[in-house]
């Protein structure tokens, strides 16, 4: 078998709730000038009687495959071979869902020891009489003796004229002049001492942290055991100084995990920049153990890098890619789907004809042995996505109880699918919401003959080399099958009960769908369904037919598109600024100044890595929101330009406008 060149197998593995799916292309050593050669390897996410880590264990098959050379499962794998592995991940999801990450302690002003235990007051299940409130993800509050607070107040009419007036350099120029000026000097002769905040606005600075006090303070924290903090002081999104200051006493310490809310999201709003914070501190160091784990199990140059290195990238939950300085827990709470959603969404769209793409995903699991009371529909969830020439994206979300602050794609996901479990209780058909994972019980798919089991990969049982077994299926459901005729006092065939099981995790997967077309004011049968997931398949035309869609998209990779997505990614490199300025001509000047900033510093990040030129493509935001009022929405002022293109005018105020029109049906005006 010819040799396969150095740097030149591309690897991309989707480590699933129930299936590890791994896609890899490398160039074809009898026709090195043709198409690449493609290899689809697919094996359970969990299987500890067999190897430890699913990701490195479908690598070492790639490079078995590819190599022609047999590879122990205990050697450490050579990367010469490969010229990068992308991976997207589920560690620090189900971390976040099972309650399993790092002890970790909260730094916080103070004064707001309870802020975070307190929220924002959301009450969803208003009429819920026990109402369970999601408990803090930290152990431990540290009350810092620090405070700042901003000059004047937004609400004042007047409050450009009142404000504190700076130079150039940031120096007070005129104090502030709007209600409760005492008519004293305010500011101009440092006293009390007000600097310029990134936002613009003017800090005063009440009590500044005490170093000595702080270091016995985080020394207790550290004999008690606790290596991550998560620091959370007021105002610190325009004035991060007090937290660099803590973060730098911590770190000399010891604390080997330290999360700055000012530096993960600089925004305004100190609750869900604070648990944004803290899911980091509670996450993050789960997922670089997990990570480390991982690297174990390859040769060193994989980890360190360097120019001739293979590159190791991750899936963000917005849909980038991110080198390991780079990814975070945070950034990781939706990197499993978001693989699927940049898969179907090159692969769908149409730019000629531009019809709006409702990608699904449901994911599959099939029997391995038979478990009590449980039965499958046939993957863990379904995971719904629009898509319409650009990704949607949402800035706060809610995960299993924790309301975060992060750039995500906008994925609606229900706990029905292909391994969801099908119960029977209070003479009603449930699908969902709990799962069957990687150790699923009988098929309602298999039992309907949409599975068979001769084209199935034979990865079951303790020598992971057994095919689906029909039969425990069938034992399984018609236990079931007996249960509702006694309740009904009916005579139902087994095809009839286990239809009806299908029946309901299909209006089920609907739900979401509709949610994201007809609840934002877009048709759905105007859409395209693109199917994919293991399960996806089995599900679409019945679903399309509730829907009234038209027409399915279904990918030859439909059942791994999530590991194909990842091919399909690009780097991304995401800044920005807090900014408290009233949106005019005379200000629109100054935001596209800061705004140039910005694209420097992101394009200089880019060159770093390699890309530069027409392979790079800006997209600029403002945060706007109207005057008086609490919500904000992302507005793009152009559509996405590449470095060497004509800078298009950028319009804002049209642009959030429109964004807000379509939101809430009216203008603030």
Not at 273 to 290: F, K, Q, W
Not at 347 to 366: C, L, R
Request: charged residues 25%; aromatic residues 8%.
């Amino acid at each position: 078998m010819p040799d396969v060149p150095n740097r030149s197998i591309r690897i991309c593995a989707d480590r699933g709730g129930t299936f590890c799916d791994v896609h890899a292309s490398y160039p074809d050593p009898e026709n090195p000038d043709g198409e690449r050669k493609e290899l689809v390897v697919k094996l359970l996410s969990q299987d500890p009687e067999n190897y430890k880590d699913a990701p490195t264990e479908g690598i070492r098959r790639v490079l078995e495959i590819v190599t022609g050379q047999k590879i122990p499962r205990e050697n450490r794998l050579n990367t010469d071979k490969i010229d990068y592995i992308r991976l997207s991940t589920t560690v620090a999801t189900n971390a976040l869902l099972e309650r399993k990450g790092q002890k970790h302690a909260l730094v916080i002003t103070k004064g707001f020891k309870d802020l975070l235990l307190i929220g924002n007051q959301t009450r969803p299940k208003i009429f819920d009489l026990n109402i369970r409130r999601a408990a803090p993800l930290y152990s431990a509050v540290l009350e810092v003796e620090e405070r700042v607070t901003l000059v004047g107040y937004t609400s004042d009419p007047q409050a450009a004229e009142h404000a504190v007036q700076f130079d150039d350099d940031g120096k007070v120029t005129r104090g502030y002049r709007g209600p409760q000026w005492d008519q004293t000097v305010h500011g101009e002769t440092g006293e009390p001492e007000i600097v310029r905040g990134l936002s613009g606005e003017a800090v005063q600075i009440l009590r500044r942290p005490d170093e000595e006090a702080l270091k016995a303070d985080l020394g207790k924290l550290r004999d008690e055991g606790y290596t991550s903090i998560a620091v959370v002081l007021a105002h610190s999104y325009t004035f991060p100084d007090h937290e660099l200051f803590i973060g730098k006493v911590a770190k000399s310490l010891g604390f080997t995990h330290i999360s700055l809310s000012s530096q993960l999201l600089p925004m305004i709003k100190m609750v869900p920049r604070g648990v944004s914070s803290t899911a980091d501190a509670y996450l993050t160091p789960i997922l670089y153990e997990y990570l480390d784990g991982f690297f174990a199990g390859f040769d060193e140059q994989l980890r360190t890098g360097g120019v001739d290195a293979p590159r190791v990238e991750f899936m963000a939950s917005d849909g980038g890619l991110l080198d390991l300085d780079n990814f975070s827990g945070l950034k990781s709470i939706l990197s499993g789907p978001a693989g699927g959603v940049v898969g179907y969404a090159l692969t769908s769209w149409d730019g000629k004809e531009k019809h709006p793409i409702i990608g699904q995903a449901a994911t599959f699991s099939v029997l391995e042995k038979e478990k009590r009371g449980r039965l499958d529909v046939g993957g863990t969830s379904t995971d719904v996505s629009r898509y319409d020439g650009r990704y949607e994206t949402v800035y706060e979300t809610t995960t299993a109880g924790v309301t975060i602050q992060s750039p995500q794609l906008d994925i609606n996901t229900v706990a029905a699918g292909g391994g969801s479990c099908l119960t029977f209780r209070n003479d009603l058909f449930l699908a969902g919401p709990e799962s069957a994972g990687a150790e699923p019980g009988p098929d309602a798919n298999l039992m309907l003959g949409r599975l068979i089991p001769d084209y199935f990969p034979k990865i079951f049982g303790k020598t992971a080399d057994q095919p689906l077994d029909v039969e425990a299926s069938k034992a399984g459901f018609e236990k079931v099958a007996r249960e509702i005729n006694e309740a009904f006092k009916s005579n139902l065939s087994l095809d009839e009960v286990v239809y009806g099981f299908i029946k309901v995790a299909n209006e089920t997967m609907a739900r979401p769908i509709r949610t994201l077309t007809e609840a934002r004011g877009f048709e759905t049968s105007k859409h395209i369904l693109a199917s994919f997931g293991g399960a996806g398949g089995q599900h679409a035309c019945e679903i399309a037919k509730q829907l009234n869609i038209k027409k399915i998209l279904i990918h030859r990779y439909s059942s791994i598109l999530s590991a194909y997505g990842l091919a399909l990614a690009d780097r991304a490199v995401e800044q920005q600024e807090p900014s408290a300025e009233i949106f005019s001509e005379s200000s629109s000047s100054r935001l596209l100044g800061r705004l140039n900033n910005l694209t420097n510093s992101v394009k200089a990040a880019l060159e770093k890595q390699g890309f530069s030129g027409r392979r790079v493509v800006f997209e600029r935001y403002l945060n706007m929101r109207w005057e008086g009022t609490d919500t904000a929405l992302m507005a793009l002022g152009s559509s996405p330009r590449g470095d060497e293109d004509d800078v298009p005018k950028e319009d804002f105020e049209d642009a959030f406008k429109k964004a807000y029109k379509h939101e809430f049906g009216f203008l603030l005006e």
